[in-house]
């Protein structure tokens, strides 16, 4: 099943709540579809009046936040035995080749690494733990991840749900104007039809004069 066709199933509470849950374990270094409930979720608010998107995106928003801060912590406690733990875990995410990547670029971008890296993948994943293994000082991060999340989650929301309205919209629109333009092209197509009709037909034979009496 798609997840957008799950989330239709789910009541407005349980799709705050995911979305909060879901972007805030990834955020701490847990390798989950956050993006992808967030833009799914936002869709379905577009679709459906019962999901508010205001609502939505400030649970988004806490669950980056709180996320990453919960990450930092985690990763400022266990440091580098973390890194190395979680790359046993999940190999596919937390490879020695990615953990180098996403530490050249808090080394050469700081806390901009960390609001950026909010609308990268890898690095959104990376964010928390990594700024806390490299102790970046907290004030710098909490600057960073905050402007980060509200930019992130609440953009990200804000556009796909107002792209999702327009959508609908124009679908709507375009569906009268396909009628309009259905029938203007049988009566065009059925003028067009009859006058090369009334052009095949055979001429009428004119009446022969009859001639005049002796």
């Not at 199933?9 to 799709?15: E, K």
């Not at 937390?94 to 890898?122: D, N, Y």
Request: net charge positive; proline share 7%.
């Amino acid at each position: 099943m798609h997840v957008q066709e799950w989330l239709e199933t789910v009541p407005p509470l349980a799709i705050y709540l995911l979305v909060g849950v879901v972007i805030g374990l990834e955020s701490l270094g847990i390798p989950l579809p956050g993006e992808i409930i967030l833009v799914s979720s936002a869709l379905l608010a577009s679709q459906h009046g019962e999901i508010n998107p205001f609502v939505l995106g400030a649970c988004a928003t806490a669950g980056a936040i709180i996320g990453d801060s919960i990450g930092y912590a985690i990763g400022r406690k266990g440091g580098r035995p973390l890194l190395a733990w979680l790359g046993g875990k999940f190999p596919k995410h937390f490879s020695e080749g990615h953990i180098a990547t996403a530490e050249r670029s808090f080394q050469k971008w700081g806390m901009w690494a960390v609001f950026f890296g909010r609308f990268v993948a890898l690095l959104r994943i990376f964010a928390g733990p990594l700024a806390g293994v490299l102790r970046m000082p907290y004030w710098k991060f909490l600057i960073a991840n905050v402007f980060g999340g509200i930019l992130w989650a609440g953009g990200t929301t804000a556009v796909i749900y107002y792209v999702g309205v327009v959508a609908e919209s124009w679908l709507k629109r375009f569906s009268w104007l396909g009628l309009v333009a259905a029938v203007l092209i049988g009566l065009t197509s059925m003028l067009i039809i009859k006058r090369k009709a009334k052009k095949a037909q055979p001429a009428q034979p004119e009446p022969e004069p009859v001639p005049a009496g002796d």
